[in-house]
């Protein structure tokens, strides 16, 4: 029998889900979670929190009740949430522990209903356009929408969410005008081909990440840098920023600079996921990209990257951006010179994200998963930033 096989069991045992525990942890609650997960799963991926605890103990060790190793890691009088992939196996567990006199829930859908929580947050953009953070808590992807005058752009869409960027898009009264990558992702389906076929939206790639092998069959425009596209009565200005990848582009609107993978609030980009053999020279063309086309901003400009790690820090009202003058203050790897910037980048990076090669290449258009095997390859965290540590001091 595998994890997600388990026969349903007794109806009394109860249930929350996905988004109901999300609330939960942002609202300060203390959470005690027992993931039914392999080991390798939960290593690989869980759920974090300041007011979370969490105990691995997979399942399969549980089919004939609480063993008494674990009960020394249970709390007492503290209700306790099980979850596994699914939905299946957790309910099973929880309900050994109400047997055990536990006071126990299960999460419905599991990780896999984790992964399709969605929030939308309005950034401080100004009065005449509207920026709103999209934030995916199971793997740290950051997407955008920008509106004005009845035109919008999404930036960074993911695939599994194309219809909640077009609902948005309508409830603010606009109609579509773009679908933009910063680059070709390596942690995520891109969702510009999926919007695409459902509007009259434009497919925007820059023009050093097409050269990379784009084979799409859709129309899709290029752009470069210092190029600008209207949209209402602002303009989206782009800046190519390469380094964490070649075709690594940011897009500035207004004050606010959408740096895709190539900062973010806690750390900087990796350089190694395009091309793993030329990790030092991609970082030497990271560390041009930041010191002469970024930190040449002004320091108000306000960074807004497509990712953020466990270690990122959110902001008051839940979203994930920083000044820039902030993050030079603190960050040491910004006023490192080239030498010591390299060396330090490529000396202690994380893993991979999972199936990255399948994901760039399904962002190539060069592989074709149907919308199940596409949420499955990108399940887990993102892992695009250099460190697994926060960077800034």
């Known amino acids: 029998m595998t994890e997600g096989d388990t026969p349903p069991t007794d109806e009394s045992v109860a249930s929350t889900t996905p988004k109901e525990l999300k609330e939960r942890i942002d609202a300060g609650e203390d959470i005690f979670i ?41 709390p007492d009088g503290q209700r306790i949430t ?26 419905k859908r599991g ?22 953070q999209y934030q995916r808590p199971s793997s740290g992807c950051l997407a955008y929408l920008v509106v004005s005058d009845g035109e919008a752009a999404v930036i960074d869409p993911l695939r599994a969410f194309g219809d909640e960027y077009l609902q948005d898009v309508r409830t603010l009264g606009a109609e579509l005008k773009y679908a933009m ?49 209207p949209v209402g009565d602002i303009e989206i200005e782009v800046i190519h920023t390469p380094g964490h990848t070649t075709g690594m582009t940011a897009y500035r609107v207004g004050d606010v600079l959408l740096t895709g993978d190539g900062l973010f609030t806690e750390s900087v980009a990796r350089p190694d996921l395009e091309d793993p053999e030329a990790a030092k020279d991609a970082a030497r063309t990271l560390h041009e990209s ?32 920083a000044k820039l003058g902030n993050l030079a203050e603190h960050m040491d790897a910004l006023t490192m010179g080239e030498d010591e910037f390299v060396e330090f980048i490529v000396s202690d990076m994380p893993p991979r994200p999972a199936n990255y090669e399948d994901i760039i290449s399904t962002n ?27 960077l800034t001091n």
């Open 34 to 74: 027992l993931d039914a997960r392999s080991e390798g799963d939960f290593e690989e991926w869980r759920i974090d929190g300041e007011t979370v605890d969490i105990v691995n103990y997979p399942y399969f060790e549980l089919l004939d009740g609480v063993p008494a190793d674990l009960r020394a890691d249970l």
């Open 82 to 107: 099980v979850l596994c992939a699914k939905g299946g196996s957790s309910e099973m567990v929880a309900e050994h522990l109400l047997n055990e006199g536990y006071d126990a829930e299960h999460l």
């Open 111 to 132: 990780m896999k209903g984790w992964a399709r929580i969605y929030e939308y947050t309005e950034l401080d953009a100004g009065d005449d356009v509207t920026v709103a």
């Open 181 to 229: 990558d910063t680059h070709i992702h390596a942690d995520h389906i891109s969702g510009i081909r999926t919007i695409a076929d459902k509007t009259d939206a434009t497919v925007v790639l820059p023009e050093m990440a097409v050269a990379r092998g784009v084979e799409y069959d859709i129309p899709y425009e290029t752009v470069e840098d210092i190029e600008r596209l």
């Open 290 to 321: 930041l010191t002469e086309k970024v930190l040449s901003l002004p320091n108000d400009t306000v960074i807004a990257p497509a990712h953020f790690s466990d270690t990122a820090t959110p902001n008051d009202d839940g979203t994930y951006t």
């Open 364 to 390: 190539l258009g060069q592989q074709a998963p149907d919308e199940q095997e596409a949420f499955e390859l990108e399940l887990g965290p993102n892992n695009c930033a250099a460190s697994g540590e926060a």
